[in-house]
T-cell receptor, first 111, second 111 residues
């Protein structure tokens, strides 16, 4: 079945450093979505990418969708302590609407 | 517009008991998803429902687990004869199609 993999699993950075998480799917995706989950909280939708090669920005966050629509990345510039949490990518390749999540990348930011 | 409401927030059950988890989707959302999250792990898809229909239950264990989304009332995830391995956070999400809006989750502890 469809698999979505994320690396790294954990990342510790100093405040002000950049951070990137990578997402790879075993199948071509119709779209990719990114969610953030704070410790003890629930996942919150960040963004959706639909087009091949699409790049979207939200302040310090940059999201990319690969040309083959099988991979994606999230890059955070100049991390802040408020960026702490687990970032999940999620995608679906079928018509059922089922969204498969990656394992997530947990970001720790040292002040 | 109230968000996705899940109750209870915390549920403790002894082995062999039944657990019933409830989810009221956001107003106007006809799609409901259930995900399970183990500590330090990602979100595992369980089931996708629309009103009175199970669309995709490929992530549901074959035994003891069932889900419904009746015409009236909340969606229910039911776990019969719980075992310690069922201890996890169970998240419900609703959507009008995309993206997903998650509830705060039910944290099930089996003693």
């Amino acid at each position: 079945g469809q698999q979505v993999m994320q690396i790294p699993q954990y990342q510790h950075v100093q405040e002000g450093e950049d951070f990137t998480t990578y997402c790879n799917s075993s199948t071509t995706l119709s779209n990719i979505q990114w969610y953030k989950q704070r410790p003890g909280g629930h996942p919150v939708f960040l963004i959706q990418l639909v087009k091949s090669g699409e790049v979207k920005k939200q302040k310090r966050l940059t999201f990319q969708f690969g040309e083959a629509k099988k991979n994606s990345s999230l890059h955070i510039t100049a991390t802040q302590t408020t960026d702490v949490g687990t970032y999940f990518c999620a995608g679906n390749s079928g018509n059922t609407g089922k969204l498969i999540f990656g394992q997530g990348t947990t970001l720790q930011v040292k002040p | 517009n109230a968000g996705v409401m899940q109750n209870p927030r915390h549920l403790v059950r002894r082995r062999g008991q039944e657990a019933r988890l409830r989810c009221s989707p956001m107003k106007g959302h006809s799609h409901v998803y259930w995900y399970r999250q183990l500590p330090e792990e990602g979100l595992k898809f369980m089931v996708y429902l629309q009103k009175e229909n199970i669309i995709d239950e490929s992530g549901m264990p074959k035994e003891r687990f069932s889900a419904e989304f009746p015409k009236e009332g909340p969606s229910i995830l039911r776990i019969q004869q719980v075992v310690r391995g069922d201890s996890a956070a169970y998240f419900c999400a609703s959507s009008p199609g995309s993206p997903l809006h998650f509830g705060n989750g039910t944290r099930l502890t089996v003693t």
